[in-house]
């Protein structure tokens, strides 16, 4: 079990550089959430448990049009504010209750995002989980993403915000999957226990595990990072929408990139 | 939660009825699972709280004497308080009680009321002085739907465990009791709702943004009706009325199965 | 409940309650207090977390007789607009108690008290909180007693510390706090009612960043020495260690097991009197 911490608990004493979510008082570091420790040889850094989405450059985001303005869209996405989209950044005609995907370019001191890359959705529904659990969702090489498409036959479009856009296939189990991950995101080996679970409830899922490294569980989680050139190759290979991670969140292990799925 | 989103439950609300089926495959007139627990508050004379589903109701009874009304200067009195707590929705303000509130608290005091479940007279202490008072307070702490039921069956099972304080000299003896409130009928209240063209019983709080009317009715043990009250911009025809009442007088059973255990 | 008529009521002799004629003995040779405890022995605190759906954030608190229920909702927009600040967010707590908290009913319109414990409580979590990440909001506090018997407002912002930190709000640390004071000459550790009532009672709830010991709430009533202040002091900041690490285990009880993370009917069952 990863090392869990409260916000005002120190995180370390040795020198190195507070990441995410650490701050540094009277010489000392320490936590200013409730998240678990991400403690690496030159930073140190908090993966919050709980919280709503704070926008950030490059995240791709699952959002709900909310009103139209004479040049744009006000975005609703699970933040504390709402997000700005150019009509010029659009080709359809939207309307208020749309369902869309969006690439989030600029992010305000206001915390709100300028979006591009909008792509709109027709049906389906919106699955709402804690923005700290997504990785998990799309798991490393977005393996746990697979698990859930070929388990339900549904397709699905993880926002980092923490809102999963999903249309046919078995959506209840889908559903149900989703909150076991949120549940037990914090835990080891989830994408073996996914595949069994869906393979329980539905017994056409096939065991098809995408190649993982040798040592798995005790691992620290690793955060990915920009520009890595494995991450480069996978992106290639992925469709225009999915995009690469950013360095945020709880993952298994290594440092691979992980699409948005789609 | 932000309206855009819950719009887009809604609608799936609406299909989902219209297909005779619920988001969370409960059937049409069924319940959530009910739940009471009695161990609210030490300073409460009786109190309890009501879970239907994750919706969360407290309610609490204070008993106090007063003076009584000079035109019945023998009979006690019961008043009905509702509070929409900030804290069970983020729908819900700080600020003095919204309508909201004034009409679960109304309707939930007509049907204990109405039912004359509770023997006023019975309640006077010095003739023309002191009798009884019970202030039954409802809180909600989570809104899920349906706080009118939750809300009368939580005040129902506090009065059910009221103690009444010991008297000296007309003050009240703190700490010390004698005998209990006696209700002569338990009256509870079933809404039902209009979603769409279809009748559906215990609604969440997705559901109540697809409802187009309620009707709540409050059912004795004995099948009497004691209270009525449609809400909502919707209409009800005559036998879809007729219908809720038989859903409420099925489903009044049940929950008072819960008031039980 | 027989109807006495007029007359009989005047017969009947004024009583005076026992109670208050004795001279209670508020610690006795043994150090124990009325209840039981020792002088620095806090009573026993129970916290559950994440009790209300809705909330971004919440927290059930037992203290004693003491009865909470916390829920934070925010960051969220700051209405009315008038109000947000576009350098931080705005912290708005509201301390209420339900009618039959109290032993007489409590008038459900908020009084004065609940005013300025609100406004001295959303005080404390102001310097908590890292409110410079998020301009233009609010976060919204609500607190209400469903039981109590003294130090409630305490009891309120140790449970709203919890339930900010369930909702993921940065802080520099969680505010702890106790009430400590004096009765019948002896400085002791959260008092209960029957001690607040003392003929020579103090009661002076305190709350710190318990890492810095930064005070960030202190109230006083009653008439103290600085040879008092100090003392109780530190008694105060040794009692406020113990809370602050059952806010610490109820937290990580959240997450120990998968079931937990479903509906957390399960208490953190403590002794909340044992000092460190």
Redesign the interface.
Known sequence: MKKIIVPGELVSSERKRPGDHVFLQNGRMYSDVLGILDDRPGEVSVVPLEGCYAPRRDDVIVGVISSEKATGYMVSLNSFTQSFVSKKDVREQMKPGFVISARVMDVNEMKEAELSQVRVFFGGEIISVSPVKIPRVIGKNASMLEVLKRGTNSTIMVGRNGWIWAKGGNMPLLISAIKKIEAEAHFENLTIKLQDFLALSNKSVRPQMPAMPAAQGGLRPQLGKIGDNKMNEDNAAMKPEAEALGKNGMQDDSDESDSNGY | ?????L???TD?VLQSIRDGKRLD?RKLDEYRPVSISKD??????G?ARVRIG?T?V?V???M?PMKPFPDSP?DGSLSV?A?L??????TFE?G??SEESIEIARVVDRGIRESKCIDFK????????LA?NA?V?I?A????GNLFDASALAAIAALSDTK?PKL???KV??GEFE?KLKLSRKPLLCTIAKIGNSLVADTTFAEERAQSARFSVAVTEDEYLSAFQKGGLGSFTASEIDSAIDMALKNSKDLRKAMKD | MAIKKKEEKEKTEKKKSPKSEEKLEYVNKQGKRLDGRTVEETRPIKITVGVVPSADGSCYLEWGQNKVIAAVYGPRECLPKHTASPYKAVVRYTYRMATFSVPDRKNPRPGRRDVEISKVSAEAFEKAIFTEKFPNTAIDIFVEVLDSNAGTRIAALTTASVALADAGIPMRDLVAGVAVGRADGHIIVDLNKYEEDAPDAVDMPIAILPNSEEIVLLQMDGLFSKKEWQQARQLAFAAIKNVHALQKQALLKKYENSESAEKPEKTEKTNGSDVQ
Do not use: C
């Open positions: 939660m932000i309206s855009q989103f719009d887009l439950k799936k495959g609210v508050s030490v300073n409460a004379e109190a994750e969360d407290i609490g009874v204070k106090l023998n308080g509070e707590l900030p804290i069970a929705s983020p700080t003095p009680p019975s309640w006077g202490i010095v003739e023309e002085e009884w202030f307070d809180y702490i989570n809104h899920d009444i000296e000299d007309g003896v703190k005998g």
